[in-house]
């Protein structure tokens, strides 16, 4: 386990477990401000921080922005207008409303997201099969049983009886 500290209460920790790699944004002793990120969904993440520090930009031009990346599971990443943080979120979908947030995640201030960013590359580095991580890559067949990229459709199906 190594530890990165993003700020006074929040961090970073990234945990080998059973040969699987999570990283874990939290804040401490909250249990509901934390994303946790398996290896994919981290390669995931590591792929739109461009699209982050450009939507962050705009805020700073005080642009419209409506940025909402899908990084695997339930998660989002989202940045807006009005709100000066990047959010990481769970969603649920309510089939006849769409997709809501919860209040599981964590909303990173400007600075976090600065620092957060730097660690991004100590991370890549301590953890090299984290930084040889790829995204997901279906055919349109096997999309649906994937719990990454299609969170909502995967939970349907494992509601449904075996026949």
């Not at 804040?27 to 461009?50: G, L, Q």
């Given at each position: 386990?190594?530890?990165?500290?993003?700020?006074?209460?929040?961090?970073?920790?990234?945990?080998?477990?059973?040969?699987?790699?999570?990283?874990?944004?939290?804040?401490?002793?909250?249990?509901?401000?934390?994303?946790?990120?398996?290896?994919?969904?981290?390669?995931?993440?590591?792929?739109?921080?461009?699209?982050?520090?450009?939507?962050?930009?705009?805020?700073?031009?005080?642009?419209?922005?409506?940025?909402?990346?899908?990084?695997?599971?339930?998660?989002?990443?989202?940045v807006c207008t009005?709100?000066?943080?990047?959010?990481?979120?769970?969603?649920?979908?309510?089939?006849?409303?769409?997709?809501?947030?919860?209040?599981?995640?964590?909303?990173?201030?400007?600075?976090?997201?600065?620092?957060?960013?730097?660690?991004?590359?100590?991370?890549?580095?301590?953890?090299?099969e984290l930084a040889?991580?790829?995204?997901?890559?279906?055919?349109?067949?096997?999309?649906?049983?994937?719990?990454?990229?299609?969170?909502?459709?995967?939970?349907?199906?494992?509601?449904?009886?075996?026949?």
């Amino acid at each position: 386990m190594k530890r990165y500290v993003i700020s006074g209460k929040r961090c970073v920790v990234v945990k080998k477990h059973e040969g699987c790699i999570n990283v874990t944004i939290q804040e401490d002793y909250c249990d509901f401000k934390i994303v946790t990120m398996p290896s994919k969904r981290w390669a995931h993440f590591v792929s739109i921080i461009n699209r982050v520090e450009e939507s962050l930009g705009q805020i700073d031009l005080e642009q419209d922005v409506e940025l909402c990346e899908h990084i695997g599971g339930g998660w989002y990443v989202s940045v807006c207008t009005g709100f000066k943080c990047v959010d990481f979120r769970k969603f649920n979908n309510y089939h006849s409303f769409g997709l809501k947030p919860t209040k599981n995640g964590i909303a990173l201030r400007i600075p976090e997201w600065y620092i957060l960013k730097a660690i991004v590359s100590n991370i890549q580095t301590d953890f090299p099969e984290l930084a040889s991580e790829t995204l997901c890559i279906h055919t349109h067949d096997k999309l649906n049983i994937c719990s990454e990229c299609n969170a909502f459709m995967y939970e349907l199906l494992s509601r449904l009886p075996n026949i």
